[in-house]
C-alpha cells in the first residue's frame, strides 16, 4: 500500500480582493524528498506557503497536512510542521543560545529533552561556537541557519522553507543544501520555495506556478528534456557578446537568451528552425552550437520567454557629463570598526562603460567597500575616487555623478511611489519640465502607473526593486552602484534588469554591481573576489573558472569556482597555522 502523500490539496482558492493569488491548484508532496515550489513573482507561491502554515485559509478547496486540516485541525498542524518565512522573525537583541531557548519554549519542547535537542541542532548548523554571539551580529548565511535550527524544534513531520537561499551566498547555500538533504533522508518532507532555479534543479519534484495555477508538477529534468535541440552557445569576439545577445533577443525564433562569460546562451522557439540563429551567429564571426539546456531555460519558455533585447530606458538614456577613462578606482581602501578590519587594503580600478563584480561570502567586506565607493562610509585609509572625483575632499562632486541602489531596499516607506519617483528627482536637482519628463519616462518604463500612490512596502518585489532602479538613474548617472539588484527576484525580472543594464552600457555607464547569484556575475566583464576583507581573485568570469579547473573538477561553473577559491584560502591559512 502506497504510503499517504505528507501535503495534499485539491482546488484551492484564495482570492485578494479582485486578484486570485490561487486559481484552483491541486498536488501532492511526499515525505522524505525535497520538493521546490518555483514561479515568477505574485505567482502565489508565498500564499500556498501560508496556508500550509495555517497563516491563512483557503476559500475554498482541501488542504491536508499530515493527516489534518489546517482550517478545522490548527494546533495539530502547528504541532507537525516547522515554518520559515521569507523574514524569519529572528528576535536580533537576543543571542543565538537564547533565541533557541525562545522558540523552544513557543513550540513547548519539554524542558528534558531541550538540552540535546540544542546540541543536535548547534551541531547540524554548525553553530556551537557562536551561541554567545547576538542573531543581529550574525552574518546572512548564519541567520538563515539560525532560522532553519528554530524552524526544526519540536522535531517536524513538515518543514516548509520561504525562499532560504535569498541573499545567501554559495557557500552558505551549500551549507543549507547539506542540512535539508539530511533531513529528507531521515523521512521528513521539505517544501523549499525559490527564486533561484539552480536550487530548484536540485528538487526531487518541482510544481511550477505562474498567476495562480501550476503549469509544471514533476520532476526538474522532466521539463529541462523539453528543450533538447533548443539551445545553444554562440562564440566570439567577447566585446561584441552584448550587442549579439541584443540583436538575437529581437529574432521572431528566439525565446529567451543570457550572457554565459564570453559566450551567449539562446533557445529557440518550439518547432523554429535553427537558421535564424546560425546566420545571425555568422554575421558577427559567431560560431553557433548545440548545448545542453539548463532548467531555467524551460522555466523561460514555459513561461512565454524573456522581455526580449530591447531596452526601452537605454534609448533615450545620453551621458550629460564627460567622465574619466577609469569611472571608479580605488587604492589601498580599508576600514575598520574597533578592532574588527571589514576592508583591507583593496586596490582595483573599473574602466569607462564596463560591468564590474564584486563577489564574495556574507561578510567579506563587499557591501563595506560597496559603501566606501558611495560616499556612505568614511575609510579609515586608502582612497576612493568616483568619476575623477576624491571621495574624501570632493564627495559631493563624486555623488552627483553616481547613482545608487541599495542591497535592502530603502525609500521612503511613509512616502508613496509617486512621491517617492518626485522626492529622489528633486534630491538629484531636477525641477521643472526636466523633472516631470524623468518621472513620467520612468513611470512608463518600469510600468509603475497603477502603483502610483502604494507604498514602496506594498509593492510586490520584482516592483520595489523596478522602482529603486528607477529612482537611482533619475539623474542619468554615468556611474551606477548596484548592491545585489536582484536578490529574490524570479528569473524573468532578472533578465529585464540585465537587459536595461546592457543598455547602458552601451551608451557608456560604468556599473560596479555586487551579487550572491553566480549566473549573473557571468554579465560581468571582469569579477573581484572579496573574503575576510581581502581581494583574492580578480579576472574574468571565464578567467575565474579557469583558475580553479582540475583534473577532478572540469569545466568548473561559477557557483564551483566561488567555492573552490573559498576552500583554497582556508586552506593556505590552515597551512600557515
Known sequence: MPESPAIKFQNIVKSFGNIKALDGVSAEIKSGQLTGIVGPDGAGKTTLMRILATLLHADSGMVNVAGFDPKTQNQNVKDVIGYMPQRFGLYEDLSVLDNLLLYSKLRRVDAKTREKLFARLLE???????TTRLAGALSGGMKQKLGLACALLGEPKVLLLDEP??????????DLWRMVEDLTSDGMAVVWSTSYLDEAEKCAEVLLFNEGKILFDGKPDELTQTLNGRSFLLKGDAEMRRKVLGVALELDDVCDGTIQGSAIRLVKKSNASD????????????IATHTKPRFEDAFVDLLGGGPGGHSKLADNFELERDISQTPVSCVNLTKQFGKFIATNNVSFEVKKGEIFGLLGPNGA??????????????PTSGTARVAGHDLRKAAKEAKSNLGYMAQKFSLYGLLSVGQNLEFSAGVYGLDGKLKRERIDEMIDIFHLEKYLSSAPGDLPLGYKQRLALACALMHRPPVLFLDEPTSGVDPLTRRE?????????????TIMVTTHFMEEAEYCDRVAMMYGGNLIALDTPDGLKASV???DLQNPTME???????????AQKGEAA
Open 365 to 378: 567586506g563587499k557591501s563595506t567597500t560597496f559603501k566606501m565607493l558611495c560616499g556612505l562610509l568614511i
Open 165 to 174: 537561499g535569498v541573499g545567501v551566498d554559495p557557500v552558505s547555500r551549500q
Open 497 to 509: 534588469f540585465w537587459m536595461h543594464i546592457n543598455g547602458l552600457v552601451a551608451k557608456g555607464v
Open 560 to 570: 564551483q569556482a566561488f567555492i573552490e577559491l573559498i576552500r583554497r584560502v582556508d
Open 124 to 130: 547540524f548548523t554548525r553553530l556551537e561556537p557562536f
Open 549 to 551: 579547473e582540475t583534473k
Open 275 to 286: 537558421d535564424a540563429i546560425i546566420k545571425t551567429a555568422k554575421e558577427f564571426d559567431y
